[in-house]
Antibody
């Protein structure tokens, strides 16, 4: 069965960096595009970034453009999100999700940006 | 960017009764390929979101047939024919045509009376 397991969340100071990982299993990871989506405490869902199956194209929400970088290692079945210049408003649970229409989601990892 | 507007934002339903959620997009979600890229998700309390409906009306694997989706163009509806206790949570619609960004509705919280 499809499994997506996020890791790498934690508490970081404003201006700091963090790298999230999403380990995928149960499907051919290298054949599917992948997303990052976040949810601030008590709020709705916000799309963050998408990467095509081969890493050839990447798209970002305006709110993170220039600060976050999505990448993948198909040999390791792993998706990444490098987050730099973090702000308080980046505090959220971050989910990875499979394919263009988010058919499977991980359990999420909490990122807290606070001094 | 496409704006997705859901109504109502909250809903209290008696078990066994129907429920309906509306989702309106600021632009048509009909693609030139003939498909309409509108999706519905449910986020149960303490869980990650799960896909319920894709392309307006197709139920995802394992989704009970009491869930149905309908609509076209800019107006869409998710219906639950007979609400059960396990259906509580927040429902989101999402558009997948005018990309990026992928955009979600604000969410509709469904609770049991």
């Amino acid at each position: 069965q499809v499994q997506l397991v996020e890791s790498g969340g934690g508490v970081v100071q404003p201006g700091g960096s963090l790298r999230l990982s999403c380990a995928a299993s149960g499907f051919t990871f290298s054949s599917y595009g992948m997303h990052w989506v976040r949810q601030a405490p008590g709020k709705g869902l916000e799309w963050v970034a998408f990467i095509r199956y081969d890493g050839s194209n990447k798209y970002y929400a305006d709110s993170v453009k220039g600060r976050f970088t999505i990448s993948r290692d198909n040999s390791k079945n792993t998706l990444y999100l490098q987050m730099n210049s973090l702000r308080a408003e980046d505090t959220a649970v971050y989910y990875c999700a499979k394919t263009g229409y988010f058919d499977y989601w991980g359990q999420g990892t909490l990122v807290t940006v606070s001094s | 960017d496409i704006v997705m507007t859901q109504t109502p934002l909250s809903l209290s339903v008696t078990p066994g009764q129907p429920a309906s959620i509306s989702c309106k997009s600021s632009q048509s979600l009909l693609h030139s390929d003939g498909k309409t890229y509108l999706y519905w998700y449910l986020q149960k309390p303490g869980q990650s979101p799960q896909l319920l409906i894709y392309e307006v009306s197709s139920r995802f694997s394992g989704v009970p047939d009491r869930f149905s989706g309908s609509g076209s163009g800019t107006d869409f509806t998710l219906k639950i024919s007979r609400v059960e206790a396990e259906d509580v949570g927040v429902y989101y619609c999402m558009q997948g045509i005018h990309l990026p960004p992928w955009t979600f509705g604000q969410g509709t919280k469904v609770e049991i009376k």
